[in-house]
């Protein structure tokens, strides 16, 4: 079947522009996760999403980045006004609930110029 | 606070020789354990999952690995290294109590001598 997808593969941005990047789950997933992953910080968990719970936004580094899920499949992560720290591969991962495998699409590299 | 540690940055072995890539972690809580691969370019894929029941797990590619409770340990192994096994590996954490989060080592790099 159908793995995570991810939207646009790469994404180049001048600083201080705002960028949206799109996850599609797998189908029937009801867990839905954001990941960065830099080369100083490695794998890091940024934000999560159960159902109709509200989202865990532990990881979300400052108040730039935000993400929605739309009618609990497809995900939205937005970072307005881009510094170029923010460059790095952004992971999603979906899973059939809380505590089960996480399964990652092929991400997006995004660069800020 | 929780972690994950993988001590080696970089490993390279023979091809044909057995692997070993160690994971230790730090955790309040009863934690499920994964390790994942990614090859230059691609997303994460699964090799392996513990939640609970028998501490040696079985995964893709001929994959196992052993969960040690008193030693905080998950370890990957691999009896017999192939050349489509270089990548970077990566061992994550989490717990029941945590959310869907999973905490990941900082990875190790496998490459692989013919």
């Known amino acids: 079947g159908a793995g995570v997808s991810q939207s646009p593969s790469n994404k180049v941005t001048e600083k201080g522009k705002d960028v949206e990047l799109r996850c599609d789950p797998i189908?029937?997933?009801?867990?839905l996760y954001w990941y960065r992953q830099s080369l100083g910080q490695g794998l890091e968990f940024l934000i999560y999403?159960?159902?109709?719970?509200?989202?865990?936004k532990s990881g979300l580094p400052s108040d730039r980045f935000s993400a929605e899920r739309t009618g609990g499949s497809v995900s939205t992560l937005t970072i307005q006004r881009t510094q170029q720290e923010d460059s790095a591969v952004y992971l999603c991962?979906?899973?059939?609930?809380?505590?089960?495998?996480?399964?990652f699409g092929p991400g997006t590299r995004l660069t800020v110029t | 606070a929780q972690s994950v540690t993988q001590p080696d940055i970089h490993i390279t072995v023979s091809e044909g020789a057995s692997l070993e890539l160690r994971c230790n972690y730090s955790?309040?809580?009863?934690?499920?354990l994964f390790w994942y691969v990614q090859s230059p370019g691609q997303g994460l894929q699964l090799l392996l999952k513990?939640?609970?029941?028998?501490?040696l797990v079985q995964g893709i590619k001929g994959f196992e690995a052993e969960f040690k409770r008193s030693q905080s340990s998950f370890n990957l192994r691999k009896p017999s290294v192939h050349w489509s096994d270089a990548a970077e590996y990566f061992c994550?954490?989490?717990?029941?109590?945590?959310?869907?989060?999973?905490?990941f080592g900082q990875g190790t790099e496998l490459s692989v001598k013919p």
């Open positions: 189908s029937g997933h009801t867990a």
């Open positions: 999403f159960q159902g109709n719970s509200a989202p865990d």
């Open positions: 991962a979906s899973s059939q609930g809380q505590g089960r495998e996480q399964y």
């Open positions: 994550a954490v989490g717990a029941s109590n945590q959310g869907g989060k999973l905490i």
């Open positions: 955790y309040g809580a009863t934690p499920y």
């Open positions: 513990y939640f609970s029941g028998d501490t």
